[in-house]
């Protein structure tokens, strides 16, 4: 391996147990809900808007004439409209169906700031680090695909901490790593073909925001 493949992947290892590490310690001693949820979603903000997406656009830009995807392109090339047209239907049908099959019943339980944190600022933070970041740093080490279902892999274990927090089952673990993992490849896909992050960040976001619905 050639000490530039060495210095990516050091940079990719590093970068992800800082992510990790931090989120961890976030989502298990960090919890200011019980006395204010407004403080929360400040929180919330902060860690997502500010240290996850800042050091990844960080990471993007110091790496940028190594990597196959700069920051000024992935930031500046606007979504595919015809791919948005046709997944956000895709997706309020998928959902429409779990409603109408699986009996769930539409709620609201979070604050007004988190869900709006959840519909506007998720699926950017998320994206601008799997694959703005991850996916963009592994595809010049390995086949854009395999860069692909790594960073896919890698987001799935982003979630671990929270499923172990709500005490999640073994079977919902699974079945949700298996969830999480089709969709980081799917949004992987819309990635590479668009050259941009903000056609899969808005698909995670409307993703999101109607999966916490129900």
């Not at 590490?21 to 997502?48: H, M, Q």
């Not at 595919?80 to 099959?101: D, E, G, N, Q, S």
């Not at 996916?135 to 790594?150: D, L």
Request: some cysteine.
């Amino acid at each position: 391996m050639k000490w530039e493949k060495k210095s990516m992947l050091c940079a990719i290892v590093v970068s992800y147990i800082v992510f990790m590490t931090g989120w961890y310690l976030r989502k298990t001693y960090i919890d200011f809900s019980y006395l204010n949820p407004y403080l929360e979603a400040c929180i919330n903000f902060v860690v997502y808007g500010i240290w996850w997406s800042g050091f990844a656009f960080l990471l993007i830009y110091c790496f940028g004439k190594k990597l196959n995807w700069n920051l000024k392109e992935i930031l500046t090339k606007g979504p595919h409209r015809k791919t948005l047209l046709i997944a956000i239907p895709i997706i309020l049908f998928y959902y429409f169906v779990c409603w109408a099959v699986g009996g769930f019943q539409f709620s609201f339980e979070m604050n007004r700031l988190d869900y709006l944190l959840t519909v506007v600022g998720v699926g950017i933070f998320e994206e601008s680090i799997f694959r703005g970041w991850f996916y963009n740093a592994w595809s010049t080490i390995v086949e854009e695909k395999y860069a692909n279902i790594i960073s896919a892999a890698m987001f799935v274990f982003i979630h671990y901490p929270r499923w172990f927090q709500l005490e999640r089952a073994a079977g919902d673990i699974v079945y949700g790593s298996i969830y999480v993992f089709v969709l980081g490849v799917l949004f992987g896909v819309l990635f590479r073909k668009n050259r941009s992050i903000w056609t899969p960040a808005i698909l995670h976001s409307v993703w999101d925001a109607l999966g916490f619905l129900l």
